[in-house]
């Protein structure tokens, strides 16, 4: 599976189940882990919860996403930007997504942030979420490494896509 950000700077949320259990997900924990570093980039491994192995970047334009923050969603709209009537942001539309297959709320995990820049300030541990760094037609290539099913949505909060909401484009094809 390939995420092209056609236009530049818009951060996209991925999320992926076992196809045959979807109690086995993507996880961020695992995956840091294993790598043994916060930002993830090409022949890193994604791995489940499970410690088996999701996705393989191939390819990655940008170097640059977060792993650690959740999907944006109506109550972070409300506690971190006082928003009294938010939408349901990307938490919301990957909520969507898994609910036809049986799956709900609690069920939508960290999501990997593909071009999502946070800067985390070495000597405090304070975060801030900054502008993508990708530019348009950057790309990252994923190769999956079992049957899933998968979320992906184009983030709606301002400060992970510089106050501009874009398209992501993705394209799927066989090995």
């Given at each position: 599976?390939?995420i092209?950000d056609?236009?530049?700077e818009?951060?996209?949320?991925?999320?992926?189940?076992?196809?045959?259990?979807?109690?086995?997900?993507?996880?961020?924990?695992?995956s840091?882990?294993?790598a043994?570093?916060?930002?993830?980039?090409?022949?890193?491994?994604?791995?489940?919860?499970?410690?088996?192995?999701?996705?393989?970047?191939?390819?990655?334009?940008?170097?640059?996403?977060?792993?650690t923050?959740?999907?944006?969603?109506?109550?972070?709209?409300?506690?971190?930007?006082?928003?009294?009537?938010?939408?349901?942001?990307?938490?919301?539309?990957?909520?969507k997504?898994?609910?036809?297959?049986?799956?709900?709320p609690?069920?939508?995990?960290?999501a990997?942030?593909i071009?999502?820049?946070?800067?985390?300030?070495?000597?405090t541990?304070?975060?801030?979420?900054?502008?993508?760094?990708?530019?348009?037609?950057?790309?990252?290539?994923?190769?999956?490494?079992?049957?899933?099913?998968?979320?992906?949505?184009?983030?709606?909060?301002?400060?992970s896509n510089?106050?501009?909401?874009?398209?992501?484009?993705?394209?799927?094809?066989?090995r």
């Open positions: 599976m390939t092209i056609p236009e530049g818009q951060v996209s949320d991925l999320i992926s189940y076992n196809l045959s259990d979807p109690r086995e997900y993507l996880s961020s924990g695992r840091i882990d294993y043994g570093r916060m930002f993830l980039t090409t022949e890193d491994i994604l791995y489940s919860n499970r410690s088996n192995p999701m996705w393989t970047i191939v390819h990655d334009d940008v170097g640059r996403h977060d792993f923050l959740t999907p944006c969603s109506a109550e972070m709209f409300r506690k971190l930007y006082g928003d009294d009537d938010p939408h349901h942001g990307c938490f919301g539309n990957l909520c997504a898994v609910e036809k297959f049986g799956l709900g609690d069920d939508v995990h960290t990997f942030n071009f999502m820049y946070v800067h985390v300030d070495s000597e541990g304070k975060i801030e979420v900054r502008p993508p760094q990708s530019r348009p037609g950057d790309c990252l290539k994923l190769r999956s490494e079992m049957d899933m099913f998968v979320g992906l949505t184009a983030c709606s909060a301002g400060q510089n106050f501009t909401y874009k398209p992501i484009d993705y394209q799927i094809s066989n």
